[in-house]
């Protein structure tokens, strides 16, 4: 299509034969996603169909509303599938151009029936991948050298040793030894933990432009099996796509929670009775634990998008070690001390006992989903749009709609069940792999 009344120059045979057949291949990729989902008629909008109900009654309002939980679920795994293709596309060709991209959004956008907001994320994405990656590749091209390059990313100014540098769609892949990895650390962490991750971890440039990079310890993969590289590459660059994505869905919580936070503080310290402050400090603590809960979504899908296991296991979560995962750590060090006493039992019970029980349930829900077929690259992607909070009722909902009919309540009840108690036994093995 000629934009701006610009012809684009003609294509040469060899030229011409290759754009068809990547269109060719990325055409099969798309078809066979889609004979996974029956498609939808028209937009399908949840909301408005479910205000729809009002008019009807008895029998006709349950098979509607049955009619609207199946096809809100395909149209999320649809969702989803679009995202993995889309994803899927970036990694076979990380110069794909961004209307490529667009196209193949859109491909599913119709069939589908997409609302209006769905398409508008889906393009943020690919806007916000696009840019960091211009970025990535316009850096690259300025800095040829790796270690000026590592430099000038990580703000390092010591001698360092860089083994090697990879320019990937989403980050600068950067290998070092063990003295430069842990110089880097420092440079780029705000609180020195005691004990700090040893073998990667995901940072990004002090300026305005955030330029994102990987840092592996190659010294530290000696101890694993070869393919541990690859599997800490991967979990640092599900971070990276974790961080586009929280922008763009999560942005005003985010944009909101330091200004939100203060403002409880303030109420809760000059509340006038006991049940005001009560009532603050609850509000002021689980706004804490709603932006921790961020941290636990990014890094529980990086875990889950290991392409080889590195060791990382959910009981990271609940170690209380005051490492780099015990993110209400501060809190709960607030909270003890002797002066804030009568509030400790509060303090516990929401940073603790709360907190634990939302992951919990959060990793139960995820594992739900992969026992009734979901790759858990497909559960990730199904569950993106949702807090870690709602989790387990969206994993429901979606179970409840793709195995079962409408109406038979008790059974489909007792078999939803079924499918969420084994899963603390799943939990288990899976928090204990490799500790
Ligand atoms: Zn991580």
């Known amino acids: 299509m000629p934009t701006n009344g610009v012809e684009p120059p003609a294509l040469s045979v060899n030229e011409q034969s290759e754009v068809l057949q990547t269109e060719s291949t990325q ?119 790796d270690t000026e390059l590592v430099k000038r990313l990580t703000g390092v100014t010591d001698p360092i040793q860089i083994v090697s540098v990879a320019v990937s769609p989403y980050a600068f892949v950067i290998r070092t030894d063990d003295a430069t990895y842990g110089k880097i650390w420092e440079q780029q962490s705000t609180i020195i933990y005691p004990n700090y991750p040893r073998f990667a971890f995901a940072g990004e440039t002090r300026d305005s432009e955030s330029t994102p990079f990987v840092v592996i310890n190659q010294d530290s993969m000696n101890t694993y099996q070869d393919d541990a590289f690859e599997g800490f590459v991967s979990h640092e660059l599900e971070h990276e796509k974790e961080k586009i994505v929280q922008r763009i869905l999560f942005k005003s919580d985010m944009d909101d929670y330091a200004r939100i936070s203060t403002e409880l503080f303030y109420l809760f310290t000059n509340a006038e009775d006991r049940l005001e402050q009560e009532r603050y400090l609850r509000e002021y603590l689980r706004c804490h634990m709603d932006h921790a809960l961020l941290a636990v979504r990014s890094e529980f899908f990086a875990i889950k998008s290991e392409k080889s296991l590195t060791g990382s296991s959910f009981n990271v979560f609940f170690l209380q070690d005051g490492g780099p995962y015990d993110y209400l750590f501060f809190l709960r060090e607030w909270a003890d001390k002797p002066e804030n006493h009568q509030w400790q039992a509060i303090c516990k019970k929401i940073l603790v006992d709360e907190y634990t029980t939302i992951i919990k349930k959060a990793i139960d829900a995820f594992w739900s989903l992969q026992k009734v077929g979901y790759s858990a690259q497909e559960v990730i992607r199904v569950l993106v749009d949702a807090p870690v909070r709602r989790w387990p009722a969206d994993a429901r909902r979606i179970i409840e709609a793709k195995l079962y009919d409408y109406d038979d309540d008790a059974f489909l009840k007792a078999e939803v069940a079924r499918f969420f108690e084994p899963t603390r036994q799943a939990f288990c093995r899976e928090s204990s792999y490799l500790q």
Request: a neutral charge.
């Open 27 to 145: 055409a099969t990729r798309i078809k066979k996603a889609f004979e996974k989902f029956p498609f939808i008629e028209g937009t399908f909008d949840a909301s408005e169909e479910i205000g729809s109900l009002k008019k009807l009654s008895g029998t006709e309002r349950k098979q509607k509303l049955w009619q609207i939980k199946t096809k809100l679920a395909r149209q999320r795994e649809a969702w989803a599938q679009c995202r993995i293709t889309i994803e899927q596309e970036i990694e076979i060709d990380p110069q794909i151009r961004k209307d490529d991209l667009y196209s193949v959004l859109h491909t599913f956008a119709i069939p589908y029936g997409f609302t209006e907001p769905q398409i508008r994320i889906g393009e943020a994405f690919i806007d916000a991948f696009d840019a960091k990656r211009n970025q990535i590749n316009d850096l690259r091209d300025q800095v040829p050298n």
